[in-house]
């Protein structure tokens, strides 16, 4: 099979993904990487290169998803495909359409610039501040108070949105959520919002109300391979973030349960027969086409 990986410079040398284009060439696939941010794209070519299937590891504002969402538009395999990947970039729409499916999520605030915390009444404080396009724990503050936004200095307050989250009570620290397909792996990890608790970053049990949580992620969200971050409250496990194709850190054999999974969804959209409702309109189709053609044989105006 042919793959071609779209990878931007903060990744060039990460683990993930260029280990698992490392792991599918050793399986005897061939593999091209992409880099936009170092080469101009032929995006004529495209039509002419046929892979069979393009994976997607960029930052959030990366020019990357362009030409993932160019590919796909042409009938392309992606892992993820783009929509999924763009509800989950952007922050304030993951909240918005998590919490229409009825995934438990904080009550969130969209705040176009960090003046406006303002007028966030006083009993939705503490509030968690967020920029919708972020990533890897940065730049997220915690809030106590309406007094407290004197003080509050956010990194490049100008050029970024915010979300502004009630803050739930939890046990001091994040549950980050791997799932592969069918698989699901749990780490505990050190909250940004708690970094007075000391958490050795490991792999714990995953229980049934976690794995169930994770898949149903996936499946109203559409995604592939992707993680997501949770906190225990006295309510539940709470999702706090969403993202594709993330690390895998901590997990047991992930370049291989990536690299398979990728191989996987490629080979079932090679080898995807076409659907019964495909079938069904075909058919349709033939019976219009042959009405007509009667229709015009009898001298009946159409």
Not at 136 to 144: K, P, Q, T
């Given at each position: 099979m042919h793959f071609c990986f779209i990878i931007e410079a903060q990744y060039k040398h990460h683990l993930m993904p260029m280990a698992v284009a490392q792991q599918l060439m050793d399986w005897g696939h061939n593999v091209d990487l992409?880099?936009?941010e170092t080469t101009i794209?032929?995006?004529t070519r495209f039509a002419k290169v046929k892979y069979d299937a393009y994976v997607l590891k960029t930052v959030s504002d990366g020019p990357g998803l362009s030409i993932l969402e160019a590919v796909e538009a042409i009938g392309h395999c992606t892992i993820n495909n783009s929509r999924a990947i763009r509800l989950v970039r952007n922050k304030a729409v993951t909240a918005v359409y998590a919490h229409n499916h009825g995934l438990p999520t904080p009550l969130t605030y969209f705040v176009a610039q960090p003046q406006l915390l303002k007028q966030i009444p006083m009993e939705d404080y503490p509030l968690v501040v967020k920029p919708t396009n972020g990533s890897?724990?940065?730049?997220?503050?915690?809030?106590?108070s309406p007094a407290d936004l004197e003080t509050l200095n956010i990194v490049e307050a100008n050029a970024r949105f915010f979300l502004a989250q009630q803050y739930v009570e939890n046990n001091g620290f994040?549950?980050?959520?791997?799932?592969?397909?069918?698989?699901?792996?749990?780490?505990?990890?050190?909250?940004?919002?708690?970094?007075?608790?000391?958490?050795?970053?490991?792999?714990?049990?995953?229980?049934?109300?976690?794995?169930?949580?994770?898949?149903?992620?996936g499946k109203i969200f559409k995604l592939d391979i992707y993680g997501l971050d949770v906190?225990?409250?006295p309510r539940g496990p709470m999702i706090v973030d969403i993202n594709d194709f993330p690390s895998f850190g901590q997990v047991p054999h992930a370049i291989?349960?990536?690299?398979?999974?990728?191989?996987?969804?490629?080979?079932n959209r090679v080898e995807q027969p076409v659907s019964p409702k495909t079938d069904r309109l075909q058919e349709l189709t033939v019976n219009i086409l042959e009405a007509m053609r009667r229709r015009e044989d009898n001298g009946i105006p159409g």
């Open positions: 992409l880099e936009p794209t032929s995006l890897s724990c940065r730049g997220i503050y915690r809030v106590d994040d549950i980050k959520l791997y799932v592969v397909g069918a698989e699901v792996f749990a780490v505990a990890k050190r909250s940004p919002l708690h970094p007075e608790v000391e958490v050795k970053k490991r792999l714990i049990p995953v229980t049934t109300e976690l794995r169930n949580l994770a898949l149903n992620v906190v225990e409250t291989s349960l990536v690299s398979s999974h990728i191989e996987q969804i490629a080979t």
